[in-house]
Nanobody
């Protein structure tokens, strides 16, 4: 599997920006897609953005135009640039990587499906980083 470590979370005011980072190690060569999910207390874990090995990106409607996902293959790192942050963006943010291809992270994010649709055996998760947006 792939090991993922997120960083970059914090507390900002409405309209502020944060940049999350996710460093991957281990069997990174078998990763088809990486993405970011968020989970607020009492709510399902939902897809935010994803990026495939071919560089194609997908975003949840709620973050389109505000968030940008990118990757640096040389550093095995995926970033999530979050601008124009809103209070409803407050959540724990998790990085995910899948080695399954079909039906994996990219498909779940694109379809707006909950994260429990992902196959546990082929999906790796980071420990999460908290983002808090206050008005």
């Amino acid at each position: 599997q792939v090991q993922l470590v997120e960083s970059g979370g914090g507390s900002v005011q409405v309209g502020g920006s944060l940049r999350l980072s996710c460093v991957a190690s281990g069997y990174t060569y078998i990763t088809y897609c990486m993405g970011w999910f968020h989970q607020a207390p009492g709510k399902e874990r939902e897809g935010v953005a994803s990026i495939g090995s071919d560089g194609d990106t997908t975003y949840a409607d709620s973050v389109k135009g505000r968030f940008t996902i990118s990757q640096d293959n040389a550093k095995n790192t995926v970033y999530l640039q979050m601008d124009s942050l809103k209070p409803e963006d407050t959540a724990m943010y998790y990085c995910a990587a899948d080695s399954s291809g079909v039906g994996g992270v990219c498909s779940v994010v694109a379809g707006g499906h909950p994260s429990d649709r992902l196959d546990a055996a082929s999906t790796s998760w980071g420990q999460g980083t908290q983002v808090t947006v206050s008005s």
